[in-house]
């Protein structure tokens, strides 16, 4: 495990003297017939992440090699800079060739681990040892990638309730998401954010407009009331933001 080890200390050598990034300064390398075969992070799912709560989540490397898996090394990087790692990472052998190898990383909003300008996409990097005394490896950047978003909240009001039929129904709301530095939500602007429609005891909302935040997060529309039923926003998400749906809204129309 020699080799992985120089690797790991030279990459931390170069995070500590302020490199971009230290796996970027390695080209990816291999030694033997070792493989990397598939990568999943957070169960396939972004990594959404809000002002308080810690997230711990979980990135698995499966790699092959005739000899067998010995250990590996994984770290994360992503926009401006950003980089998590864990200190453990765990190989369990499917067979005499394939191992998937897993490790946990926490990120705690409140301690900084990341800021609002490192929400988008991620990498995995990995560093795979095989077994015997070739020391047969493969080091791989970008070997997967995932998002890491900035939570996201999304409210409604319809009013007037109840309403007469053919009169105006205005429909008010906020969008907002994590801020990081600051431990708060905060209005996302000039978002587009669809008004939706169900009708009372259906089950499928149909798009009425779209409609864009304004300066602080906040959105503004009216409709006409024709029957009752419940009014919605919807957010279909971004990059750095995942999608949302407000709890819909019910409006007697009389």
């Not at 080890?5 to 003297?17: D, G, P, Q, S, Y």
């Not at 990081?180 to 009425?208: C, D, H, I, M």
Request: proline letters at 3%; one cysteine or more; charged letters at 20%.
């Amino acid at each position: 495990m020699r080799k992985r080890t120089t690797t790991v200390a030279l990459l931390a050598a170069f995070t500590a003297a302020g490199a971009a990034l230290a796996p970027a300064a390695f080209a990816d390398g291999s030694q033997g017939d070792t493989k990397i075969t598939k990568v999943v992070v957070n169960g396939g799912k972004s990594v959404v992440i809000g002002t308080t709560a810690v997230k711990t989540f979980t990135v698995s490397v499966t790699a092959t090699d005739n000899q067998g898996i010995e250990g590996a090394e994984l770290s994360l990087h992503g926009p401006n800079y950003g980089l998590l790692t864990t200190s453990s990472v765990k190989c369990v052998a499917a067979d005499a060739t394939t191992s998937t190898c897993s490790g946990s990383f926490t990120v705690d909003p409140r301690m900084f681990d990341v800021l609002n300008d490192q929400a988008g996409t991620w990498y995995v990097d990995a560093w795979v040892d095989a077994k015997g005394d070739d020391s047969n490896f493969i080091w791989k950047e970008k070997a997967g990638s995932f998002k890491v978003q900035r939570a996201s909240q999304l409210t409604v009001n319809a009013s007037p309730e109840p309403v007469k039929k053919g009169r105006t129904v205005t429909v008010t709301g906020k969008l907002s998401r994590a801020n990081w530095e600051t431990s708060k939500y905060a209005g996302y602007t000039n978002q587009p954010v669809q008004l939706q429609f169900r009708k009372k005891n259906s089950s499928t909302y149909t798009t009425l407009k779209t409609v864009r935040t304004d300066s602080t997060g906040n959105l503004k529309t009216t409709t006409t009331a024709t029957v009752d039923g419940y009014y919605r926003y919807s957010f279909a998400g971004t990059t750095t933001t995942p999608a949302v749906n407000a709890t819909g809204d019910g409006v007697d129309v009389q």
